[in-house]
C-alpha cells in the first residue's frame, strides 16, 4: 500500500458511511447550547466558549462504551484483514497501543460542546433541554447560527449530528464498519511497516464513532457536537488553548476556544457579534424583569447589539422545587 493509497483511499474506505448531506455546511442549522445565565455572561464577557473533556461529563459512559466495544471488534476480527499471523500480530499489538496510549494520555486533549438542533422559528426553546440543561428552566441558550462558519479542511474541530441508537445496534454498526474495512484491506498488500498507521486510522474512526453516538433514549435532544481531536491538530494550533476549571467535580480539563478568527482553523467571520442567532431566558424566569436585567448585563459588557435577539421562553413551565 502506498502513501497515497493510506491517506486517500483507506480514509474514504473508513469513513464512506458518512452522509454527506448530513455535514453541517449543507444544512448550516442553528445550535442552541442550553446553560446558566452566569455562564451565558461568561461567554459574552470573555468571547469563550469551553469545550469539554468526555470523562468528565454525564456523556463518560456513552464515549467509553464505543471505545471499548470498537476496540474489541477491531482487536478479534483481526484475522479477516491479514491472514498472515505476524500481521494479524502486528495489527493486534498496534491496536493495543493506540488504545492505551488514548487510555493513558491522549484522552485527557479530547474535547466537546454540546448543542440541541433549533428551529429557525422557535423562540421557545425545548422543555427537555429547560428540564436538563438549562436549570430546570431558570437557565437560558445561546443559539449560534453555523452558516456564519466557513469550513476549512483538514481541521481539529469537527461539528457534526449525533446518530443514536441502541446499545446493541451501535455494536452491530461498530461491527460492520470494522469487517467492510477489513475486507477491504484484505484485498491489498499491505507493507508491514504501514500497519500501524492502519491501527491508527482505524482507532481514530472508532473515537469518532463514540463521540458522535448516543443510546436512543436521549433522541428528543436533536444534539450536535463541536468535537477536538488532538490527532487533527499535529501543528498544535489550538494547544495554547487548554486550559483548566475548578469546578464541583474538582480540578477539570478545557479547551477555552475564543470566538474569533484563528489561521488555518476558523476563518473571518467567526465572531461572536456574528455567530450569535439569538439569546433564549429559560420559562421558570421568564419575566419582564429578568430580560431588563439580560439587557442591562448586555450593555456593561460591551454587547448592547444583541439585546434585539433576546427573548423570554414562554412555555408555561415553573420550577417547582
Known amino acids: 500500500m502506498t502513501e497515497s493509497e493510506l491517506h486517500i483511499e483507506f480514509q474514504e474506505q473508513l469513513y464512506n458511511d458518512i452522509d454527506i448531506s448530513d455535514e453541517y455546511w449543507n444544512h448550516q442549522p442553528l445550535l442552541a447550547h442550553y446553560t446558566t445565565v452566569e455562564t451565558v455572561e461568561k461567554v459574552f464577557r470573555n468571547r469563550e466558549v469551553w469545550l469539554s473533556n468526555p ?34 500480530v502486528k495489527l493486534q499489538e498496534a491496536l493495543s497501543y493506540e488504545y492505551t496510549s488514548y487510555s493513558t494520555e491522549k484522552a485527557l486533549d479530547l474535547y466537546v460542546m454540546c448543542f440541541s438542533e433549533h428551529d429557525r422559528s422557535d423562540r421557545d426553546g425545548r422543555l427537555s433541554m429547560w428540564r436538563g440543561y438549562g436549570q430546570n428552566g431558570r437557565g437560558a441558550a445561546i443559539v449560534f447560527d453555523t452558516s456564519k462558519i466557513t469550513p476549512i ?6 461539528i457534526a449530528k449525533v446518530k443514536y441508537g441502541s446499545g446493541n445496534s451501535r455494536e452491530k454498526w461498530l461491527r460492520q464498519r470494522i469487517e467492510s474495512v477489513y475486507h477491504w484491506l484484505s484485498q491489498r498488500t499491505v507493507d508491514e511497516q504501514d500497519i500501524a ?21 436521549f433522541a428528543e435532544e436533536r444534539e450536535w457536537r463541536l468535537a477536538y481531536f488532538q490527532d487533527r491538530d499535529p501543528r498544535g494550533i489550538l494547544s495554547p488553548l487548554f486550559g483548566y476549571h475548578f469546578g464541583h467535580r474538582g480540578i477539570e480539563p478545557k479547551l477555552k476556544l475564543r470566538l474569533e478568527p484563528i489561521p488555518g482553523v476558523l476563518e473571518k467571520g467567526f465572531d461572536i457579534e456574528n455567530l450569535v442567532h439569538s439569546i433564549i431566558l429559560g420559562p421558570t424566569m421568564a419575566s419582564p424583569q429578568t430580560a431588563m436585567s ?24 415553573r420550577d417547582q422545587f
Request: a positive charge; one cysteine or more; hydrophobic letters at 40%.
Open 153 to 158: 479542511n483538514p481541521n481539529p474541530l469537527a
Open 55 to 88: 470523562l468528565f461529563m454525564n456523556d463518560y459512559e456513552e464515549v467509553r462504551f464505543g471505545v471499548n466495544t470498537g476496540c474489541q471488534i477491531a482487536y478479534e476480527m483481526a484475522g479477516s484483514a491479514f491472514r498472515a499471523e505476524k500481521d494479524r
Open 197 to 217: 498507521k492502519v491501527a491508527r486510522a482505524i482507532f481514530t474512526r472508532i473515537l469518532v464513532f463514540a463521540v458522535f453516538t448516543k443510546h436512543s433514549g
Open 294 to 317: 439580560v439587557g442591562r448585563m448586555l450593555d456593561k459588557i460591551g454587547m448592547s447589539e444583541l439585546r434585539n435577539s433576546l427573548y423570554s421562553s414562554s412555555i408555561p413551565f
